[in-house]
């Protein structure tokens, strides 16, 4: 799923390992990535926008 960035986001990115950070005059998006492993939910990955396509959608196309 892509969504904006909130206040208040304090998670790392996923490719680059960055904060994924909210910033007041910048509306970025990021990509929030269920992952199921053997068919059972394993966790939460967060990319930036730009981080997921780089790394070539490892999830598949954000919807």
């Known amino acids: 799923m892509t969504r904006l960035i909130e206040a208040g986001t304090e998670?790392?990115?996923?490719r680059c390992g960055e904060r994924v950070k909210f910033q007041a005059r910048v509306k970025s998006l990021?990509?929030?990535c269920n992952v199921y492993v053997r068919g059972r939910w394993d966790r939460v990955e967060h990319y930036h926008e730009?981080?997921?396509h780089e790394a070539g959608d490892p999830h598949g196309v954000a919807a």
């Open 11 to 14: 998670v790392d990115c996923a």
């Open 30 to 32: 990021q990509v929030i």
């Open 50 to 52: 730009q981080c997921y």
